[in-house]
């Protein structure tokens, strides 16, 4: 990769994702935050993408990172898990961070709950993938990487 390539990619989780193997499989796929990292970081590398992960169950930590992304990664790939779905105050800092962005959802969010079909990040991103598990994680990966110029 050339020096002024741009492949750094921040992906983030939100609450509740370090306890992801003991949500409900049929949403949620029944593997490990790790495992799904483990997945996640070997098609970002066939993707010519360098993943950098972040997750907390804390708004105010998953904001303070946003603030800094612009510092640490070209690109977002964004699950805020439920805050995805009422944290104007992440919404806020993923527009300040100015970088290109996918939200990404392991379950069919348009399929469950009403209150799921809102997202605050409408507008924002550059796509949203959901319902195709642990694998539209590579999906998003993929529009990332053209929209950062990436070429494997």
């Known amino acids: 990769m050339s020096p002024t390539t741009r492949n750094r990619v921040a992906v983030l989780h939100g609450v509740n ?3 992801l193997e003991r949500r409900d499989p049929t949403f949620y796929g029944g593997r490990s935050l790790s495992e799904l990292e483990h997945q996640i970081e070997s098609w970002a ?3 010519g993408l360098e993943p950098l992960f972040f997750q907390t169950n804390h708004e105010g930590e998953f904001v303070e ?13 964004i699950n805020a898990g439920a805050w995805t779905h009422y944290s104007r105050a992440i919404a806020d800092a993923l527009d300040v961070a100015g970088l290109p962005a996918v939200e990404i959802h392991l379950s069919d969010v348009e399929a469950r709950d009403d209150w799921r079909k809102v997202s605050v990040f409408d507008g924002l991103v550059v796509e949203k993938i959901s ?3 642990a694998d539209g994680y ?15």
């Open 17 to 19: 994702f370090d306890i």
């Open 45 to 47: 590398r066939e993707a």
């Open 65 to 77: 990172y946003l603030h800094r992304a612009c510092d640490l990664a070209d690109g977002i790939l």
């Open 131 to 133: 319902g195709k598990g």
């Open 138 to 152: 590579k999906e998003a990966l993929g529009v990332l990487a053209r929209e950062l110029g990436v070429e494997a």
